[in-house]
């Protein structure tokens, strides 16, 4: 959502320079990312850019639509780098390039390309590798202990496989699977962060440094953001102080998974999210909220990706029923009746 109220805000129509700017920001998480899980990372990178470019460069022949001027506006590579950012380090380039060809083909361009497209194109594709590649979508690195970049090249490429070297487990699958027994969840060394979970709350916290910089840069508004989080934390704490074993905190839940990732550089997306202004508190908030229901009592251990996804799905009618007053009218027009 570009504000361009705001002094440092982009020209409008410039798709080009805001998409350039969120992978701007994406720069401290990665780093940390990076840093925690290896170079890994980085190969994911390498494989998403050229083949979302190239997946996009062929559905714009096939559509016969001016190359250049498409690839200009930076959201494949953009979409590219938050599904590879959302992937374990060294992901196999096969799996990358199903994600990268089910964001690009399937969320965005089937539906008429930029701007046309109602889902988030790199989470449509996480959440397709998710359902479809369950062993290879748990293969987390021990933060701290990822291989050299041999070892995730040949990982990266799918030549050697070493099981020893996955944790498969991250702070919330670990607090997911021991819940109830507040025993075995103090004996887990990934619980024990400073803040939250061991290595991802410097993700996260990674990932909220560049999510403050969209802030005053002015090409994302604060209302989605602050609702989800704040959703999350207001869900997670009633719970938490219940029964702490069982449930976690709202400090582990805003620090841990995606939480940050999703709130600043997923919900936030123009064109798959609400845009009035009470239409972004209540879109944040109902993605809160449904994250802390999946990764307290669904299947999965985050629930970033599918709570986007559904709410994307029920931006239109959020959109419809908080349509703010018109200029010169007394009352809102909203609602299936007209004046609301």
Known sequence: MIRVSSPHAPPAGNTGGVMRQVLYA??????VLTWLFGPGVL????????MALLVEAAILRLRRKPVGFYLGDWSAATSAVLLALSLPPASPWWLILIGVISAIALAKHLYGGLGMNPFNPAMVGYVILLVSFPVEMTRWFAPGEAPQLAESLRLSL??????????GATPLDSFRNLAGDAAALAQQPILDGRLAGQGWELV???FLAGGLWLLWRGV??????AAMLGALALTALPFWLYDPARFASPQFHLLSGAAMFGAF?????PVSAATSRAGKLVFGALIGVLVWVIRSLGGYPDGVAFAVLLLNLAAPTIDYYTRPRTYGHDKPRRGMGGDG
């Not at 994406?26 to 780093?31: E, F, K, N, Q, R």
């Not at 190969?43 to 050229?50: M, T, V, Y």
């Not at 994302?220 to 953001?225: F, K, L, N, Y």
Request: charged share 5%; net charge negative; hydrophobic share 50%.
């Open 204 to 206: 996260n916290l990674g």
């Open 43 to 50: 190969l994911n990178l390498f494989w998403a850019i050229p």
């Open 26 to 31: 994406t720069l401290p998480g990665m780093a």
């Open 220 to 225: 994302i508004s604060w209302h989605i953001p």
């Open 158 to 167: 799918g030549t050697h496989a070493s099981p020893d070297a996955f944790s």
């Open 265 to 269: 550089f997923i919900a936030t997306d």
